[in-house]
């Protein structure tokens, strides 16, 4: 997952409320109502992180993620 995708990911959390809750609480789903395709390890990834709000899901995935998702 690259920075780029996680950043639009968030952004738009970030300016949709609706977006964002459902983020939070059934993260593919969500991406599927919004038509953000992400490869299966990378969904799960996303669902692996147990976050309440969308800060902390951004601090989660750096932590996931870290230095390879620069690449």
């Known amino acids: 997952m690259s920075w780029t995708m996680i950043n639009k990911i968030l952004g738009l959390a970030m300016m949709?409320?609706?977006?964002?809750?459902?983020?939070?609480?059934?993260?593919?789903?969500?991406?599927e109502a919004y038509g953000i395709q992400?490869?299966?390890?990378?969904?799960?990834?996303?669902?692996?992180?147990?976050?309440?709000?969308?800060?902390?899901?951004?601090?989660?995935l750096m932590e996931k993620l870290g230095p390879k998702a620069l690449q």
């Open 16 to 31: 949709d409320q609706v977006f964002a809750d459902h983020l939070l609480k059934e993260p593919q789903k969500a991406l």
């Open 38 to 60: 992400l490869p299966p390890e990378e969904v799960a990834i996303l669902c692996a992180c147990q976050a309440q709000t969308i800060p902390e899901l951004s601090r989660q």
